[in-house]
């Protein structure tokens, strides 16, 4: 993996990892016709029952029967219906055994937890697939911005894009290339911030970033990527 112009577009490509997991793992299959309302009466059948498919339907972008696929895979690999921080890191270190990736799952982790409760339900899993693979161009912005701004305190320090860029060199290991050096990724957290802090004050405001990116071709078209997952 080539670190040229990493510091721009971390999020987005690391977020297509992510859902290169999730088909690994199943969670995006086919939809056939045959696929039926039996599916509402299977969400009885575990731990923990979400939300309605109905309802789930008016609080995405997913059709019901999308919804119908997404759980099934879910269901097939998380029986207890919710997926824990542990499981969630072991997940993501089978596909990356080159490195250290139970940082970067962390930051992830927490981006899906939106509750706070310490677990990822299923409609916890589906609002937020369905902003990255569903959502405008400012919601998949300002959910990447919600993940590299770790206190959630409104804005992006050099200190938190630090522990995201350390997280993901870490979880890349070997496959960086160049091969990556000590300072290597404060180097990059610099050129993010003299394109993207366009007042100079040390921080990355949301209006800063989504401008930022907006302008960004290479961001742009790698959000596109995104469209047509499932």
Request: with cysteine.
């Amino acid at each position: 993996m080539n670190l040229e112009g990493l510091e721009m577009i971390t999020v987005l490509v690391v977020l297509g990892l992510f859902v290169k997991v999730l088909e690994q793992f199943r969670l995006f299959e086919p939809i056939g016709v045959e696929d039926s309302t039996e599916d509402d009466f299977e969400l009885s059948t575990v731990c923990y029952r979400p939300e309605g498919l109905d309802k789930l339907q008016e609080q995405t972008k997913f059709t019901k029967k999308e919804l119908q696929v997404l759980y099934r895979g879910f269901k097939n690999e998380c029986p207890s219906g919710v997926v824990n921080e542990e499981t969630f890191k072991l997940i993501y270190s089978q596909f990356f055994p080159q490195g250290d990736s139970s940082t970067y799952a962390h930051f992830l982790f927490e981006a899906f937890d939106t509750d706070k409760n310490g677990s990822i339900s299923f409609e916890d899993f589906v609002m937020g697939l369905s902003i990255i693979l569903r959502g405008t161009i400012n919601d998949r912005l300002n959910w990447a911005f919600n993940l590299y701004d770790l206190n959630k305190d409104g804005c992006i320090t050099k200190e938190e894009m630090i522990a995201i860029m350390k997280s993901i060199y870490d979880m890349m290991g070997k496959c960086t290339s160049p091969c990556m050096q000590d300072d290597t990724h404060r180097e990059h957290v610099e050129s993010f911030f003299q394109k993207m802090d366009r007042n100079n004050d040390g921080v990355v405001t949301i209006d800063e970033f989504i401008e930022s990116c907006q302008k960004d071709e290479n961001i742009m078209r790698s959000m596109q990527l995104f469209d047509n997952v499932i």
